[in-house]
């Protein structure tokens, strides 16, 4: 579903990613690891457009998506959880959720019952203002309005950052549940070692804005991948 070729990235005269190749299949969840400043988020965001990449290229469902900005890559399937949840803080539940109506046809105006399955704590707050929610609950908010853009990708970046291990324990059922859908890819960003180890489907550990090493469970044994992402 995703393939990344060659990926570079510079914020002004810095580069930060150098040459990223990735892939990541659908019905699978692909762990990007790697210690802090490595260079994680900022694939990330060059993948969903909030970052324009300096070079190389980004395949979505074998479609070359050149360098659309980050509004036109989401109506072509790229959903987006950032780091931060970056909901917005006084809108409410219910309008959060709705800005994902303009990634989709006005027939699909609707909150989904499979959204309120998977996260009850929001249908009980809908009219709650989204700066209101502990973070835990903006997390699900934010996976949440993500998941109703049905996307093809989905990116996830570091979501259990502050996050209590009671949701921590729901969000990666959650991830489980939308992976076994099998229509679509997720690649997850997380530094919670047995979160994303439990996971994950295949790896990408990056090291100073490069791929260090990359392979699925099978390939990769838990010592190899400890040991790559230590500091």
């Given at each position: 579903?995703?393939?990344?070729?060659?990926?570079?990235?510079?914020?002004?005269?810095?580069?930060?990613?150098?040459?990223?190749?990735?892939?990541?299949?659908?019905?699978?969840?692909?762990?990007?690891?790697?210690?802090?400043?490595?260079?994680?988020?900022?694939?990330?965001?060059?993948?969903?457009?909030?970052?324009?990449?300096?070079?190389g290229?980004?395949?979505?469902?074998?479609?070359?998506?050149?360098?659309?900005?980050?509004?036109?890559?989401?109506?072509?399937?790229?959903?987006?959880?950032?780091?931060?949840?970056?909901?917005?803080?006084?809108?409410?539940?219910?309008?959060?959720?709705?800005?994902?109506y303009?990634?989709?046809?006005?027939?699909?105006?609707?909150?989904?019952?499979?959204?309120?399955?998977?996260?009850?704590?929001?249908?009980?707050?809908?009219?709650?203002?989204?700066?209101?929610?502990?973070?835990?609950?903006?997390?699900?908010?934010?996976?949440?309005?993500?998941?109703?853009?049905?996307?093809?990708?989905?990116?996830l970046?570091?979501?259990?950052?502050?996050?209590?291990?009671?949701?921590?324990?729901?969000?990666?059922?959650?991830?489980?549940?939308?992976?076994?859908?099998?229509?679509?890819?997720?690649?997850?960003?997380?530094?919670?070692?047995?979160?994303?180890?439990?996971?994950?489907?295949?790896?990408?550990?990056?090291?100073?804005?490069?791929?260090?090493?990359?392979?699925?469970?099978?390939?990769?044994?838990?010592?190899?991948?400890?040991?790559?992402?230590?500091?």
């Open positions: 579903m995703l393939k990344v070729d060659d990926l570079t990235l510079h914020y002004g005269s810095s580069q930060i990613l150098h040459g990223v190749s990735m892939a990541a299949d659908v019905g699978q969840v692909t762990c990007v690891m790697g210690t802090n400043g490595v260079g994680k988020t900022s694939l990330l965001n060059a993948i969903a457009g909030t970052h324009m990449r300096s070079g290229a980004v395949h979505l469902d074998g479609e070359d998506l050149g360098k659309l900005p980050a509004h036109a890559l989401a109506k072509r399937g790229i959903g987006y959880v950032p780091q931060g949840r970056m909901i917005f803080p006084l809108l409410t539940v219910k309008e959060n959720m709705e800005t994902a303009a990634c989709l046809p006005r027939s699909e105006h609707h909150i989904p019952g499979e959204v309120f399955e998977l996260f009850p704590i929001l249908k009980e707050f809908l009219h709650r203002r989204g700066g209101d929610l502990s973070g835990g609950q903006q997390q699900q908010l934010a996976i949440a309005r993500a998941m109703m853009t049905k996307p093809k990708l989905l990116l970046d570091e979501p259990t950052e502050g996050i209590q291990p009671n949701i921590i324990q729901q969000i990666g059922r959650v991830i489980e549940y939308l992976r076994d859908q099998g229509n679509m890819a997720i690649v997850l960003v997380e530094q919670y070692f047995d979160f994303a180890y439990g996971l994950a489907d295949q790896f990408v550990v990056m090291r100073r804005g490069a791929v260090l090493k990359s392979g699925t469970k099978a390939e990769l044994t838990r010592d190899e991948l400890v040991e790559a992402v230590s500091v």
